[in-house]
């Protein structure tokens, strides 16, 4: 039975810093995994993925150049450190693993999702 189990998330100030772990259990994944989230009363968006191989990164642009994905495959384990954090980054956070990319857009075909972590930014 595969398992992500997300930690880190909490209550930080505007300009601060988090760093959000995702370890995998149950399979070893060997494609891309990556991170999404979900404001309150917002559809659930792609925040960045990682190819788990060749370690190459996609953020979306709301994130680029302030989040930062990583992975350590010996541990099963993927991170998102999360900088210069802003208000409208709170949100919950999930981790997703066996993503695909297509139709413009990054998928979970087969669902495999973290129960969340919540992010809190305040100004």
């Known amino acids: 039975q595969v398992q992500l189990v997300e930690s880190g998330g909490g209550l930080v100030q505007a300009g601060g810093s988090l760093r959000l772990s995702c370890a995998a259990s149950?399979?070893?994944?060997?494609?891309?995994m990556g991170w999404f989230r979900q404001a309150p009363e917002k559809e659930r968006e792609f925040v960045a993925a990682?190819?788990?191989?060749?370690?190459?990164?996609y953020y979306a642009d709301s994130v680029k150049g302030r989040f930062t994905i990583s992975r350590v495959n010996a541990k099963n384990t993927v991170y998102l450190q999360m900088m210069s954090l802003k208000p409208e980054d709170t949100a919950v956070y999930y981790c997703?693993?066996?993503?695909?990319?297509?139709?413009?857009?990054?998928?979970?075909?087969?669902?495999?999702w973290g129960k969340g972590t919540l992010v809190s930014v305040s100004s």
């Open positions: 997703a693993a066996d993503l695909g990319y297509y139709g413009g857009s990054w998928h979970n075909p087969r669902d495999y």
């Open positions: 990682i190819n788990l191989s060749s370690g190459i990164t």
């Open positions: 149950g399979r070893t994944f060997s494609n891309y």
